[in-house]
């Protein structure tokens, strides 16, 4: 059921793969006539199914291993991968096996089928070649130097440093089991402590978890040969309403991603088998035997991948006549073959291409094929391998393969040997190899379009290896282990080399120990043993050394010298930056990485590093504990150091800092030595006072940069857009010199022009960029036409104009003479960069030419240019003419009317018209004015009028320079 369908009988087309029936062939035809699968098994590694009777699965051949994780209601990982891989209408492998095998708290996540017995499962192993096992859960916390992490496939939770999940799954596929691994849905991914950027000083993660980020990777740099999967938008037609609108086969956004990750599945809306306490049950009145629910995410995504993989290696064993791909060969059948994955983030959030069924059974039944026979040891202990390859047209891999669980050394300091290119008749290995049994395994190999494909089934040839007897080999092994009542145990690791070989293991409160262990005996021929025994009780006050002994017919062999006891905390050393110790480095926003070392002792230590701007301190913060193991073939004069490190919150910038390192296990607490560093920072960058002019329209710009104890260098950029185009430098500032203003010079800029500009700022921690600031440019100053002129008192004028000095200080003159050529020019005021204002200047002009015309104009100069106003003209001796007070009536009916004039230095006569309209039509008796007379104002009488009669009238002045009209004005008679 997908939507609100009823699938049809093993039609999987809902959970968004593409299936054999979409091929156009059936399962029948590729899994076998019976129908089913029962050659191939799938162990599920999750909750134990909590409905053996629902309808889907009644009839299957399913079993439950007992133990593992409680029966909660909310976990239904398990009930819902049932029926995803073998439900009888919703499973993509009906038929086959189906073992659910629950996880147990004390094996972290991984249960039997990896080759183990964990505590709490009684049943061993039964996983075959060709068999599936699923993880579908993933790890909820991986802990990392700067960060913890959330929803990363389970392989990469390194277990006390021992690689111990990794190690179970190689077991695994190192034997013929397929492993489908979760990759996780890492939106959960979250930063521990305060470290909020990744070494770039970059946030991180945007989403998802990227395997590939430098700290993380170290996790999958070793090959587990198990198929990681990621989640991805599954074919929509209109069934999954959770992802209409996205682009098919793209990675879901939750979905962790990098180059480890193989292939995806869909994610969204698959159908499982609902239990009875299972929620977003379909249909809601549905009895629990008949329910189902959507199992979504990536463990969804990778149950339909080990549906997957489980169909392909049973199509393959029916083929091949009962013979089980190699994981490693099906892995790459299902890479080479998946439809590539889509979407907008394709390239740089690998999660690889939706898996193809038919495609991957295709491609595996034309792989190329090897036959290998022969195998010829020589006395160097070196074996010769002779094959002949059935197949034409193809090149030949080898490699050799010690047959043994895989240790933690073997893992991680010596992976899993690569194939390497080979020719017939023979092939020898470079470089002899230790007592041990090995099988070497020969595979044809062939490209075309779709790249690399191989043999599905290597040729392989067990042998046994034994070189020439000599003194025994001893190693360190696993860290002392303390019980109760200070006892400890010691371990060593010893290779006979040939000859059988007793064991011991020395320790004491010096390096003359004094006492000692007798530990098993090794027999030649057999691959490295780990030996050990218990101590009696030890003071945990005092440092013991300890080293394994081993001796053969050919002489005895001493183990490094070893040490346990109280922690030993030391300076860092190395270069500064994200080393494994070394000085503090600088980690975005302030923040510092403060490293420490530590040797453990053998004991299980707890650390962290305290640091504040005193000696007492004030921040501590935890650091992942130190295993007693960490190093523990590397012995050093102090120990066996590990590194540790912390992140710090954001720090003052100039400020000296202490640190230190603590540490504290079963033997007591030590203190590491005081260190100190100054906390310095990327640039600040504030505004200054804004920019100022310069002559020649330069001007100056100005920013406040804070170095941050760094010495900076900073650039200023400017133009007439936010994207500026020039710029000038600014030069350094001290690292001492605390908030400096930093100021340069531009080029000449247009007038009257608005521009942006701001600065930029860099030290050893990078760049800041200050904000975006604009300012407009001065331009010429303005003039403007002001009041007529005005002749005082005395005699001179008064010319005026006004002036704008547009933001800067003004100089203004005003030019006077006969004509417009000027001659004569009067000083006027000087005008402050403020608003425009009127400026005058006074001139006495001579009158000996009435009626003659005065030109003048107004000259304005500031720093960018001088500006000439408009050419005026006025006649000197004009007399004024103003109004006066209101006409005032006589007792007869006549009116007294007023008017004021000023002479102008002219002799002038002065009368008064008036009457009914302006054409006026009477006038009074004229009076003389003086020549030196002030402006006066004279009245002269009128006529009777009529009562209630509106009348206008005027004054007019006339001497030898002009006549002047005063304004009409109007009263109303009485």
């Known amino acids: 059921?997908?939507?609100?369908?009823?699938?049809?009988?093993?039609?999987?087309?809902?959970?968004?793969?593409?299936?054999?029936?979409?091929?156009?062939?059936?399962?029948?035809?590729?899994?076998?006539?019976?129908?089913?699968?029962?050659?191939?098994?799938v162990y599920d590694a999750d909750a134990p199914l909590q409905d053996l009777a629902h309808s889907e699965l009644t009839g299957q051949p399913i079993s439950v291993i007992p133990g593992g994780r409680p029966n909660l209601l909310q976990e239904t990982h398990g009930q819902e991968a049932a029926g995803v891989i073998v439900g009888k209408t919703i499973g993509i492998v009906p038929g086959a096996k189906f073992v659910s095998a629950p996880t147990t708290d004390e094996e972290d996540g991984i249960s039997m089928p990896m080759g183990y017995i964990p505590s709490g499962l009684t049943a061993p192993t039964s996983a075959a070649p060709g068999d599936v096992i699923l993880l579908e859960q993933a790890v909820g916390t991986q802990t990392t130097p700067h960060h913890t992490w959330s929803d990363i496939p389970v392989e990469g939770y390194d277990v006390e440093g021992t690689a111990l999940i990794k190690r179970r799954i190689r077991a695994a596929t190192d034997r013929g089991v397929i492993v489908v691994e979760s990759a996780g849905n890492g939106n959960n991914a979250y930063l521990s402590g305060a470290d909020q950027r990744d070494a770039d000083g970059n946030p991180y993660p945007e989403d998802g978890t990227n395997l590939d980020y430098s700290p993380l990777a170290h996790y999958f740099d070793v090959d587990s040969g198990a198929i990681i999967v990621g989640a991805g938008v599954p074919l929509t037609d209109g069934f999954c309403s959770a992802t209409i609108g996205m682009t098919p086969r793209a990675r879901r956004s939750y979905s962790t991603y990098g180059s480890r990750v193989d292939v995806q599945g869909p994610s969204d809306c698959i159908v499982g088998t609902a239990n009875e306490g299972g929620s977003w049950r379909y249909p809601l009145n549905a009895d629990e035997h008949h329910a189902y629910n959507y199992f979504s995410g990536a463990s969804g995504a990778s149950a339909v991948v080990a549906g997957v993989a489980a169909a392909v290696s049973s199509a393959y064993k029916v083929w091949s006549g009962g013979t089980a791909p190699t994981p490693d060969a099906l892995r790459n059948a299902l890479r080479r073959t998946a439809s590539a994955q889509t979407g907008s983030d394709a390239t740089t959030k690998h999660i690889g291409g939706l898996v193809n069924l038919k495609g991957a059974i295709d491609d595996l039944e034309s792989a190329p094929t090897t036959s290998a026979t022969g195998l010829a040891v020589n006395t160097s202990g070196q074996p010769t391998f002779t094959f002949s390859s059935g197949t034409s047209g193809v090149t030949y891999q080898?490699?050799?393969?010690?047959?043994?669980?895989?240790?933690?050394?073997?893992?991680?300091?010596?992976?899993?040997?690569?194939?390497t290119t080979c020719s017939g008749p023979s092939y020898t290995p470079a470089a002899p190899l230790p007592d041990g049994e090995y099988k070497l395994q020969v595979r044809a190999v062939k490209t075309d379009s779709k790249g690399v494909s191989y043999d599905a089934t290597p040729a392989e040839v067990p042998f046994a290896q034994a070189t020439t007897v000599g003194a025994p080999t001893v190693k360190t092994w696993t860290a002392p282990t303390r019980a109760a009542g200070g006892q400890y145990s010691l371990w060593g690791s010893v290779s006979a080399n040939g000859s059988s070989t007793a064991t011991a293991i020395e320790y004491g409160a010096t390096t003359s120990y004094g006492s000692q262990l007798i530990g098993l005996s090794v027999s030649p021929g057999t691959a490295p043993k780990a030996i050990g025994n218990s101590t009696g009780t030890l003071a945990d006050d005092t440092t013991y050394h300890y080293r394994t002994k081993a001796t053969n017919g050919t002489g005895t062999t001493y183990g490094p010298d070893q040490e346990l006891g109280p922690p030993i905390v030391t300076a860092p050393t190395g270069p500064a930056g994200d080393a494994p110790a070394g000085a503090p480095s600088w980690h975005g926003g302030n923040t510092y990485v403060l490293h420490g070392t530590v040797n453990p002792h053998g004991l299980a230590t707890t650390t962290a590093i305290e640091f504040g701007p005193t000696l007492a301190y004030g921040?501590?913060?935890?650091?992942?504990?130190?295993?007693?193991?960490?190093?523990?073939?590397?012995?050093?004069a102090t120990g066996n150091a590990v590194s540790i490190a912390i992140g710090t919150g954001a720090l003052t910038p100039g400020t000296t800092y202490h640190y230190r390192t603590v540490a504290i296990n079963a033997s007591g607490p030590m203190n590491g030595p005081d260190n100190t560093f100054l906390a310095t920072g990327k640039p600040l960058v504030t505004p200054s006072s804004a920019p100022t002019f310069n002559p020649g329209n330069v001007y100056t710009l100005r920013a406040v940069v804070d170095p941050q104890s760094l010495t900076t260098t900073s650039v200023i950029q400017y133009g007439t857009s936010d994207q500026y185009g020039s710029s000038i430098s600014v030069g350094s500032v001290p690292a001492a010199g605390g908030p400096t203003v930093v100021m340069q010079n531009s080029a000449a800029l247009t007038p009257g022009t608005t521009y942006h500009y701001r600065t930029v700022s860099t030290n050893e921690h990078g760049s800041t960029t200050g904000p975006d600031q604009t300012f407009v440019t001065a331009a010429a100053p303005n003039v403007t036409v002001s009041t007529a002129p005005v002749r005082t008192s005395d005699g001179t004028y008064t010319l005026a104009g006004?002036?704008?000095?547009?933001?800067?200080?003004?100089?203004?003159?005003?030019?006077?003479?006969?004509?417009?050529?000027?001659?004569?020019?009067?000083?006027?005021?000087?005008?402050?960069?403020?608003?425009?204002?009127?400026?005058?200047?006074?001139t006495t002009i001579s009158t000996t030419t009435p009626g003659t015309a005065i030109h003048y104009r107004t000259v304005a100069t500031n720093g960018v240019a001088t500006t000439y106003g408009p050419d005026q003209a006025f006649v000197p001796g004009t007399p004024v003419v103003t109004t006066s007070t209101a006409p005032l009536r006589n007792a007869n009916g006549t009116y007294v009317l007023y008017g004021k004039v000023d002479s102008s230095g002219l002799t002038t006569t002065v009368r008064i018209e008036y009457g009914t309209t302006t054409s006026y039509g009477s006038g009074t008796n004229s009076f003389p004015v003086g020549a030196s007379d002030p402006p006066r104002i004279d009245y002269i009488g009128t006529g009777t009028l009529v009562?209630?009669?509106?009348?206008?009238?005027?004054?007019?002045?006339?001497?030898?320079?002009?006549?002047?009209?005063?304004?009409?004005?109007?009263?109303?008679?009485?």
Not at 816 to 840: D, E, H, R, W
């Open 1 to 41: 059921m997908w939507g609100t369908a009823t699938p049809a009988s093993g039609d999987a087309r809902g959970m968004g793969i593409q299936t054999a029936r979409d091929a156009g062939i059936t399962y029948n035809g590729v899994l076998g006539s019976s129908g089913g699968s029962p050659n191939v098994t």
């Open 398 to 419: 080898c490699r050799i393969i010690q047959k043994r669980l895989p240790t933690f050394e073997d893992l991680v300091r010596d992976p899993l040997a690569p194939y």
């Open 619 to 636: 921040t501590s913060i935890p650091s992942y504990p130190v295993t007693p193991g960490a190093n523990a073939g590397t012995p050093s």
């Open 802 to 842: 006004n002036v704008d000095p547009k933001g800067l200080a003004t100089t203004t003159s005003i030019e006077y003479g006969a004509t417009s050529s000027y001659g004569s020019t009067l000083i006027a005021q000087n005008v402050a960069a403020g608003t425009p204002q009127q400026v005058t200047g006074q």
């Open 947 to 974: 009562p209630g009669t509106t009348y206008h009238y005027r004054t007019v002045a006339t001497n030898s320079a002009a006549v002047t009209y005063g304004p009409d004005q109007t009263f109303v008679a009485s």
